[in-house]
């Protein structure tokens, strides 16, 4: 193989891995840009351990935020997201979960024995 076929072949391969690794940026460019798009995730009351699993339901992808509103009528809600520490929601309140890419892939929620709590999520991505 003549010398100038080498550097050809040299250039040709050092162009590929830029394009992979362009590619590659441009993956997670898009995994940390939301698309804005704002949906209902959950409403309905909580009066047992519920899991909400996005990637096996609906919407079918993580989320990069969540609102969860506990309505009450007096009873606490605990939510806990991914494998965070579980976080206590008092009546009437709401408590945001803002992560910087689109990292929320399931949500647990449950309520002491006996009680109930009519919850909303709100999500985007």
Do not use: C, W
Request: hydrophobic share 40%; proline share 5%; glycine share 4%.
């Amino acid at each position: 193989m003549a010398e100038e076929e080498k550097i050809a072949t040299a250039e040709v391969g050092i162009l590929t891995l830029i394009n992979k690794k362009l590619r590659e940026i441009l993956d997670l460019q898009k995994q940390q840009i939301p698309e804005g798009i704002a949906i209902n995730v959950f409403d309905a009351t909580v009066t047992a351990l519920t899991l909400i699993d996005l990637i096996k339901d609906r919407p079918y992808r993580p989320l990069f935020h969540i609102e969860v509103y506990n309505g009450g009528p007096d009873d606490n809600l605990y939510v806990k997201v991914n494998d965070s520490e579980e976080m206590t929601i008092k009546p009437y309140r709401t408590i945001p979960f803002d992560y910087k890419k689109a990292a929320i892939k399931k949500i647990q929620l449950r309520v002491e024995s006996g009680e109930s709590s009519a919850t909303e999520i709100i999500g985007s991505y």
